[in-house]
């Protein structure tokens, strides 16, 4: 996350650089209008995680096992976000703006290996819950009119998640016993999106958008006991999505 932030800042910067070098004058000759906004937003946020195990074999050692589940969970969420954009008289717009939104989306599941040809006719469990706190990042944003009150936008950036794992596991080997984990992970991702930005008044405009964000895939250990890790779960590019409805407060022309 930290690396988010010093995105974040960094963009923060260059908007207030920006938007003092580009102080509104009211010159008739001016080719742009310029928008300096910030905002809050409301979510439904969807999470969906496509998941398999791992466990040891003792004569090849760890080897991945028994298929994949796919886990779902949908919470609410919310954020803030700030940006900088310029409109071209040919109602063409470029922004980009900096974000950070929570999250309380937890999926739960549990998993078990019945199967007598893993580990010997050992048995293997594990029970846990991944939970998306919140994420942050940077994003551009290109958009076009459609009248002369709203216009509509894409997005493309880039994200920073992090991901709680916690829960517990159970080997029975002949060092196995069930052993609990809770682990942060800091992941990596792009965004991209759709939206549609409405004047509600003259300082002030609502926005409704559907995000998705795309994360590097990440190994977690479930039985690690003795410096041998028996088990862990391999989550496969998690993916999250957000329909968010903002409220945004501009501080020059709306674009």
């Known amino acids: 996350m930290k690396k988010a932030w010093l995105l974040i800042l960094g963009l923060l910067h ?3 650089s920006l ?15 310029k928008d300096l906004y910030f905002g809050a937003n409301v979510s439904g946020d969807y999470s ?12 090849t050692g760890l080897v991945n096992r028994f298929g994949q589940s796919y886990l779902t969970d949908m919470a609410v969420a919310g954020g803030i976000f700030a940006g900088f954009a310029i409109s071209l008289p040919s109602s063409v717009s470029l922004g980009v703006e900096g974000f950070l939104d929570f999250s309380s989306n937890e999926a739960q599941s549990k998993i078990f290996d019945d199967n007598a040809a893993n ?4 048995f293997n469990f594990t029970s846990f819950n991944i939970r998306h706190k919140r994420h942050a990042g940077i994003a551009v944003l290109p958009g076009v009119k459609i009248n002369d ?8 950036g880039y994200v920073d998640g992090i991901f709680n794992v916690n829960g517990e596991g159970r080997a029975l080997l002949a060092t196995g016993v ?3 984990f809770n682990n942060n992970h800091d992941l990596n991702g792009f965004q991209t999106g759709l939206g549609i930005n409405t004047v509600l008044a003259r300082n002030f405009s609502l926005r409704g958008e559907w995000v998705v964000n795309i994360y590097q895939s990440f190994t977690d250990p479930v039985i690690n006991t003795r410096d041998l890790v028996e088990g862990s779960l391999i989550f496969n590019h998690p993916v999250t999505s957000q329909f968010n409805l903002g409220l945004i407060y501009h501080f020059n022309d709306f674009v």
């Open 14 to 16: 260059a908007i207030t």
């Open 178 to 180: 069930v052993t609990s």
């Open 119 to 122: 580990l010997g006719g050992r």
């Open 48 to 59: 969906k995680y496509n998941v398999k195990i791992t466990d040891i074999r003792f004569s």
């Open 149 to 156: 009150k709203s216009l509509v936008y894409a997005r493309a």
């Open 19 to 33: 938007a003092g070098t580009m102080s509104n004058t009211g010159d008739p000759g001016s080719n742009y209008l």
